[in-house]
Structures are given as C-alpha cells and as structure tokens.
C-alpha cells in the first residue's frame, strides 16, 4: 500500500503560483511512476505531470508545459507541483497518484486538494 497525502491548495489571483506537495508513505517509491491530475467541476480528470520515481524523468501534459514543474524528492518522500501564471481555468481539485511502473493503472491516489484561481 502507498498513502499519498496532498497538500499545498487554496485561493490564488490569476496570474499567480501555488506549489502543491504531496507526502507518500508505505512503500519504496523506487518502482513506481508519480503523476499529478486534475478534476474540474464537470469535466473529466485529466493528466497534469509525471516523474518517474527512480531516473526523475519527467512529463506534462501539453497545456501545462511552460508554467507547471513536478519534482520529488527522495529524501523527504514527497513529489511537489509548482505551478506558475495560473490562469481561472486552472480551477480544479488537484489529485496525487501512484502506479507501480510495470502497471498501466493508477492504484493509489490521495484525497486531493483545490485549487482556485481568481480572475
């Protein structure tokens, strides 16, 4: 079992950044693929960024290249999203999640944290 806990959301004006962090426990990370989604109110969860645990290779979704920046560390056992010139469609409960690497599916996620952005 992985337990992953988000924290770091809130109100911003657009424009703005929030870094967001989430603290994973439970399990060496060294086998498994991070990844940051996103949910809006009424719409689809969607991929925001990745990392994979052991090399740091990362991966974002095209809208977010440019303004967002995923990084764990391995010390702290945390994978933080820092995001920056967040616009109002950024607006969205911002979910952590873990997948060992062999797996294709995301088999733990944490509880989420919103983010709102004012404009």
């Known amino acids: 079992q992985v337990q992953l806990v988000e924290s770091g959301g809130g109100l911003v004006q657009a424009g703005g950044s929030l870094r967001l962090s989430c603290a994973a426990s439970?399990?060496?990370?060294?086998?498994?693929?991070m990844g940051w989604f996103r949910q809006a109110p009424g719409k689809e969860r969607e991929f925001v960024a990745g990392?994979?645990?052991?090399?740091?290779?990362?991966y974002y979704a095209d809208s977010m290249k440019g303004r967002f920046t995923i990084s764990r560390d391995g010390a702290k056992n945390t994978v933080d999203l820092q995001m920056n010139s967040l616009k109002a469609e950024d607006t969205a409960v911002y979910y952590c999640?873990?997948?060992?690497?062999?797996?294709?599916?995301?088999?733990?996620w944490g509880q989420g944290t919103q983010v709102t952005v004012s404009s």
């Open positions: 999640a873990a997948r060992a690497r062999v797996e294709r599916e995301y088999r733990y």
């Open positions: 439970g399990r060496t990370l060294s086998n498994y693929f």
């Open positions: 990392v994979t645990w052991s090399t740091g290779n990362t």
